[in-house]
């Protein structure tokens, strides 16, 4: 950066290798790196010491980083950002990595590396990390000069935050960032890549005849998915979905993008949608699909997917377009230009079979009848406590407006079905990769952003126990997030497959020596609540959300019996549903 | 159907890995692949001849695009292109035999380019079927190894891959 000295004279700004890093993440506005240090990223440890406008915060573990700054990102928008030292301290980073590259979210991980002299020496602590991650990062860079710092940290956010976000690594090999080597820094403001051009706009042609047949259509369906989350589309969407006065339904990664205590919200569909939502798939004429990616826990067998349907498909991302379903107008823009685009073409129209979209509404209703008040059973005075209960009064009691963030399994399921989300970026879970451990770190990172919101972590005792070391980082920082553990003493999604397909072998599916979670938690100095009965719920959950900035650990013992439900069956349709133990469509 | 894939590349460190890694990644096919720097020396052009119908072909062409390291790239079996591919083939040459490789590389209009008392490197070029017919006829008479660069080629007419 030229500066201007007392004469008015201008000089260059040279800085390290290390204080350009720092310097960089300043004026890119990065508010908190989760991170590790270690051997390779010492000069930028450093350097970050000597600075107080961006907040480093230690994890224990370096997955846990991923996934905080994932969290971070997710409830957000903005990218998140990891650093970490190279070998072990890159190689553990890799899950959170991949989890992130599977649902689109924007992250760089600075990763150290051995000096460059050392490369490929089977170094102490060397790993080929951009190896490693080649095939889960959206892009990634290694540094061959300390000058080019400032502009491949630059191309790092721009790739990780546009077009189709995704994670972007950057290898930084420890002599890049040697203390004694100073060059100059220019924050670079703007950054072209004639290799990368991420389209704006969708083709109006194709807009065009895409709403015609939403016009035209007797039977139509929404279908949106995270695309429309981090595409900031949810207003748009929710404008036109209103207008048109279509049913909607939405992927697990797209929960919140219109509220779904709207009438025209079906829930989300898929392998354990809503049965409203899978019956009016099979049965649409058009499914508008925008940001979803026609993924197997979505569709089924592809074969059989709404076989009456023709399909408008608009994604950011031309490769999702036709690669599991195939489209019939496929639109290739961002969905909320493309939304919008939409409303300025329907506005003033009427649809063109008022009729036709009124019987349509009936059938779905009429679903919707059917399952009600059969979700689940209650339990009864004396046995034990629903999973789907503990979820419901949780809803109730933060009103629906709580950041959820969910491990992987049942309790994922069954956090998506029972809490109710009338916006985006308050649902956040592990949609594509599935990853078990993801849920509490993924709280840490939003509880700081979102001091004065509730930030819930539904989680299992399997999930749980894969990453608890954060408490420790809980308690360096005094992050209040609340755990709910529905605890039914097993690895509850595994033993409902092995239950559904293994005549209830329940291989490896149970915990035989789960620690007293209480003592645990109380040896971080936390607030842990034990609860096995129905009527101890309601105050255990009051003392948990009592104070917003308290950890608090609530072990609820839930009735390991329970199955999710609907369930697709294994390939068939969207129709083909479990509907309980012993009821099937 | 096999297709003929050309790509202009970022020529930077591990872009041809990138490349390269999608398709084992994605599951699909690499029959033969080539690569070589251009008269532009930040950029290489890749040549890569696969087989798939044709959703997997389009969903090769969307992925490629997606590689930030990928500029540009055309399926050169959409149209009128012109393919080929350089072999050396070392083969036995003893007595009656070096007649007989002689007669059959002039045939295939190839060239003798290294000679001992006993071996006879030739050196061929063609589109691939041209090749596997010259190999199918030297079979007989003893080869001892073979080196092929792969097929490389070019849209003809005015139709230009370049940025």
């Known amino acids: 950066m030229a500066l201007e000295t007392s004469r008015g004279e201008t000089t260059v700004e040279l800085l390290s290798g290390a204080d350009m890093i720092a310097r960089f993440l300043q004026d890119e506005g990065v508010e908190y790196i989760y991170g590790y240090p270690g051997g390779a990223a010492l000069h930028i440890y450093d350097a970050l010491f000597r600075q107080d406008i961006v907040k480093h915060i230690l994890v224990r573990h370096e997955q846990a980083a991923t996934h905080a700054a994932d969290g971070y990102a997710r ?47 089977d170094a102490f602590q060397e790993t080929d990390i951009i190896g490693v991650t080649r095939p889960i990062v959206k892009h990634s860079f290694s540094i061959r000069h300390p000058a080019e710092i400032p502009a491949v940290l630059k191309k790092a956010y721009y790739l990780a935050s546009s077009g189709r976000p995704g994670p972007v690594v950057v290898d930084i090999p420890k002599d890049m960032t040697s203390p004694t080597e100073r060059y100059e820094y220019v924050y670079p403001k703007k950054v072209k890549m004639r290799s990368y051009n991420p389209v704006t706009r969708g083709h109006s ?35 036109l979905v209103r207008r048109l006065g279509h049913p909607i339904t939405t992927t697990l990664m797209g929960i919140g993008a219109y509220p779904q205590s709207d009438r025209q919200s079906l829930g989300w569909l898929g392998m354990h949608g809503s049965y409203e939502s899978n019956m009016a798939m099979h049965h649409a004429d058009l499914i508008i699909a925008i940001g979803a990616r026609f993924d197997d826990r979505v569709t089924n067998s592809t074969s059989k997917f709404c076989p009456t349907a023709k399909i408008v ?43 036709a979209l009124a019987e349509w509404w009936e059938k779905i209703d009429g679903w919707r009848e059917e399952r009600r008040g059969k979700l689940y059973e209650p339990a009864e005075p004396g046995e034990p406590i629903k999973p789907q209960q503990v979820i419901e009064e949780i809803c109730r009691m933060t009103r629906g407006e709580a950041f959820v963030t969910t491990d992987v399994g049942q309790h994922q399921m069954f956090a998506g079905q029972y809490y109710k989300f009338d916006k985006p970026n308050r649902f956040i879970t592990s949609g594509g990769l599935g990853t078990m451990g993801f849920g509490f770190p993924a709280a840490m990172g939003i509880k700081q952003s979102y001091p004065n919101d509730d930030v819930i972590c539904v989680t299992g005792e399997g999930s749980f126990q894969m990453m608890m070391q954060e408490l420790s980082t809980c308690k360096q920082y005094g992050i209040g997030v609340k755990i709910v553990n529905l605890n039914n003493g097993s690895l509850g999604m595994v033993r409902q497959w092995q239950d559904l397909n ?29 609860v096995e009965r129905y009527e101890d719920l309601e105050p255990a959950l009051e003392r948990t959300f009592a104070n917003k900035n308290e950890l608090v650990f609530l072990d609820v013992y839930v009735d390991p019996r329970e199955h999710v439900y609907p369930m697709h069956v294994p390939l068939g349709s969207m129709r083909d549903m479990l509907l309980s133990k012993t009821e099937r469509t | 159907m096999r297709h003929i894939i050309s790509i202009l590349l970022e020529n930077e460190p591990g872009a041809l890995s990138r490349v390269v890694g999608l398709f ?99 050196q061929i070029t063609g589109d691939a079927g041209k090749l596997d017919a010259f190999v199918q006829a030297m079979a007989p008479i003893g080869i001892l190894e073979v080196a092929r660069t792969g097929v490389s080629g070019i849209a003809r007419g005015d139709k230009m891959l370049s940025l």
């Open chain 1, 502 to 530: 293994y005549k209830s072998r329940h291989a490896h599916s149970y915990m035989e020596s789960l620690p007293d979670f209480q003592q645990l938690i109380e040896a971080y100095g936390f607030t842990a609540l034990r």
């Open chain 1, 313 to 355: 498909h608009v994604d950011i991302d031309p490769s999702s377009i036709s690669k599991t379903v195939r489209a019939d107008v496929p639109i290739v823009g961002p969905a909320g230009s493309v939304i919008n685009e939409m409303i300025s073409l329907v506005q003033g129209r009427e649809p063109g079979n008022p009729e």
């Open chain 1, 75 to 121: 409830a957000s928008g903005k990218p998140g950002t990891v650093l970490v030292t190279s070998g072990p301290g890159a190689t553990n980073a890799v899950t959170g990595i991949a989890t992130a590259y599977m649902d689109s979210i924007p992250m760089v991980v600075l990763c150290g590396q051995v000096a460059s002299h050392l490369i490929g020496e």
């Open chain 1, 205 to 239: 042609g194709q807009i065009k005849k895409a709403v015609e047949l939403i016009l035209k259509a007797r039977r139509p369906v929404f279908y949106t998915g995270g695309g429309v989350v981090t595409g900031q589309a949810c207003e748009a969407l929710t404008d």
């Open chain 2, 24 to 122: 084992s990644q994605r599951n699909f096919n690499i029959e033969s692949l080539n690569v070589a720097p251009t008269e532009d020396e930040t950029l290489s052009r890749l040549t890569v001849t696969t087989i798939g119908d044709d959703r997997i072909i389009e969903q090769i062409t969307k992925q490629l695009n997606k590689l930030i390291d990928v500029v540009k790239l055309v399926d050169l079996t959409e149209g009128n292109h012109i393919e080929r591919e350089l072999m050396l083939v070392k083969v036995k040459a003893l007595g009656a035999q070096r007649d007989e490789v002689k007669r059959t590389a002039d045939i295939f209009r190839a060239q003798v380019v290294d000679v001992t008392p006993s071996v006879y490197t030739v």
